[in-house]
């Protein structure tokens, strides 16, 4: 009799006999501190549905979340929560945020990442673009640099990082213009960037020295892609003088350096977009907007790292830590140095995220105005025939060769 009125009514097992036990009388249970009854088995009236009262309905919540995570550049609910519970009481001490409702400041503390997500859905409306890669292959000393896939990344202590070039060229590859040296270590997420004035070997191999004497941990290895800037003979020697590990990946397979492709965007296009750049005051600007970010994102905004893949069947099902910045991995990292972690602990509170916050907007405006000036690349012009005889005169012609004997 159960089986057929489960199926008859669509009641689940526990509420059908839970029905049939109490059919016709009247049940009291406390709802949101009232006593409401009903009657097992019966619909409720229609307009009488109750109504859950919103836990995190205040105004003021609301506007406290969107400035925050506006100060974390729009991070994803899971790292935003941890950004929160990292930087509101720094914020606080600081005098840059105040909160006169303790009830507020709690929500803020114990929110949930999916809580998060759903009262931000409307401020997350972005146009995303998408660039093109200028990589062009390195052929010389491929044989002696040994390849390295996204599987082979075993190492555990800081200082084995990817590098890679993210091209400023405004969707115009003619001329010269300048291009990012991004460096992310593997284990700490730790990120640092250079502008270069072009991706000839001479530039590329100067912002791979400046950015190592910048990192806070000695640099152990490198891996890069298959693109001449990286792989040539004074890198090559390089790396073998100051005895750092240097692979490279497989041609045509971005996975295999996901570290520092995922950094490409998150950090390097987000920051500087996908305008042209190609003059010296921009070299300068953008270099003076990366020492101002590199402390805005190693110290203050989380990252998660992927800890297993799990595939049953046809669905794959992939498990992170808990997010932390990379200032908090190295602090947490047995094999960093005591003194290290005692000068980055100096270092971090002396750092104020929203006047950093302040510093990157101005300079990304004044980036973003200079190169909206400049308008649209130019296209190279077209080459003449007399290009390519430079010993040839514009007057000169058949006839008056054939009439003068001074030519030959």
Same mark, same amino acid.
């Given at each position: 009799?159960?089986?057929?009125?489960?199926?008859?009514?669509?009641?689940?097992?526990?509420?059908?006999?839970?029905?049939?036990?109490?059919?016709?009388?009247?049940?009291?249970?406390?709802?949101?501190?009232?006593?409401?009854?009903?009657?097992?088995?019966?619909?409720?009236?229609?307009?009488?549905?109750?109504?859950?009262?919103?836990?995190?309905?205040?105004?003021?919540?609301?506007?406290?979340?969107?400035?925050?995570?506006?100060?974390?550049?729009?991070?994803?609910?899971?790292?935003?929560?941890?950004?929160?519970?990292?930087?509101?009481?720094?914020?606080?001490?600081?005098?840059?945020?105040?909160?006169?409702?303790?009830?507020?400041?709690?929500?803020?503390?114990?929110?949930?990442?999916?809580?998060?997500?759903?009262?931000?859905?409307?401020?997350?409306?972005?146009?995303?673009?998408?660039?093109?890669?200028?990589?062009?292959? $390195?052929?010389?000393?491929?044989? %002696?640099?040994?390849?390295?896939?996204?599987?082979?990344?075993?190492?555990?202590?800081?200082?084995?990082?990817?590098?890679?070039?993210?091209? %400023?060229?405004? $969707?115009?590859?003619?001329?010269?213009?300048?291009?990012?040296?991004?460096?992310?270590?593997?284990?700490?997420?730790?990120?640092?960037?250079?502008?270069?004035?072009?991706?000839?070997?001479?530039?590329?191999?100067?912002?791979?020295?400046?950015?190592?004497?910048?990192?806070?941990?000695?640099?152990? $290895?490198?891996?890069?892609?298959?693109?001449?800037?990286?792989?040539?003979?004074?890198?090559?020697?390089?790396?073998?003088?100051?005895?750092?590990?240097?692979?490279?990946?497989?041609?045509?397979?971005?996975?295999?350096?996901?570290?520092?492709?995922?950094?490409?965007?998150?950090?390097?296009?987000?920051?500087?977009?996908?305008?042209?750049?190609?003059?010296?005051?921009?070299?300068?600007?953008?270099?003076?907007?990366?020492?101002?970010?590199?402390?805005?994102?190693?110290?203050?905004?989380?990252?998660?790292?992927?800890?297993?893949?799990?595939?049953?069947?046809?669905?794959?099902?992939?498990?992170?830590?808990?997010?932390?910045?990379?200032?908090?991995?190295?602090?947490?990292?047995?094999?960093?140095?005591?003194?290290?972690?005692?000068?980055?602990?100096?270092?971090?509170?002396?750092?104020?995220?929203?006047?950093?916050?302040?510093?990157?907007?101005?300079?990304?405006?004044?980036?973003?105005?200079?190169?909206?000036?400049?308008?649209?690349?130019?296209?190279?012009?077209?080459?003449?025939?007399?290009?390519?005889?430079?010993?040839?005169?514009?007057?000169?012609?058949?006839?008056? %060769?054939? $009439?003068?004997?001074?030519?030959?």
């Amino acid at each position: 009799m159960l089986d057929e009125f489960v199926e008859l009514t669509g009641y689940t097992r526990c509420y059908a006999a839970f029905v049939l036990r109490n059919c016709g009388k009247k049940q009291l249970r406390i709802v949101q501190g009232q006593r409401v009854a009903f009657v097992p088995g019966h619909a409720r009236v229609q307009g009488t549905a109750r109504k859950r009262q919103r836990k995190y309905g205040n105004p003021v919540l609301l506007n406290v979340l969107q400035r925050l995570w506006a100060l974390a550049d729009g991070l994803c609910g899971k790292r935003l929560v941890v950004f929160i519970r990292q930087t509101l009481t720094l914020l606080e001490q600081q005098g840059s945020l105040r909160i006169a409702d303790q009830a507020v400041r709690e929500q803020l503390m114990t929110i949930s990442a999916a809580t998060a997500d759903r009262l931000l859905m409307k401020s997350k409306a972005r146009m995303k673009l998408k660039g093109h890669s200028t990589t062009r292959p $390195g052929t010389l000393l491929k044989h %002696h640099i040994p390849i390295r896939t996204f599987a082979d990344w075993d190492d555990h202590r800081p200082g084995f990082c990817e590098v890679d070039l993210v091209a %400023h060229d405004g $969707g115009s590859a003619c001329g010269d213009y300048i291009h990012t040296l991004d460096l992310t270590d593997v284990v700490t997420g730790w990120t640092e960037q250079e502008a270069v004035r072009n991706k000839a070997q001479c530039h590329v191999f100067d912002g791979v020295q400046h950015i190592r004497a910048r990192l806070p941990f000695p640099l152990l $290895g490198i891996d890069s892609d298959n693109g001449g800037e990286f792989i040539n003979n004074e890198m090559y020697r390089y790396c073998l003088a100051e005895h750092i590990t240097f692979t490279r990946s497989r041609s045509y397979r971005k996975n295999d350096n996901c570290f520092v492709e995922q950094k490409n965007y998150s950090i390097v296009r987000r920051t500087v977009g996908y305008y042209r750049y190609d003059t010296q005051e921009q070299l300068s600007m953008l270099n003076e907007l990366y020492r101002n970010l590199r402390l805005y994102t190693n110290f203050f905004i989380p990252v998660m790292r992927l800890k297993e893949k799990l595939r049953t069947g046809s669905k794959l099902t992939r498990r992170y830590d808990v997010p932390q910045t990379p200032y908090h991995r190295l602090l947490a990292h047995p094999d960093v140095d005591h003194h290290l972690k005692e000068n980055l602990t100096r270092q971090y509170e002396q750092l104020n995220v929203v006047r950093l916050k302040r510093q990157l907007n101005e300079l990304q405006n004044l980036l973003f105005r200079s190169a909206i000036e400049a308008g649209p690349p130019r296209p190279p012009r077209p080459a003449h025939p007399s290009d390519h005889h430079p010993w040839r005169s514009t007057e000169y012609t058949p006839t008056n %060769h054939q $009439g003068s004997n001074n030519h030959e």
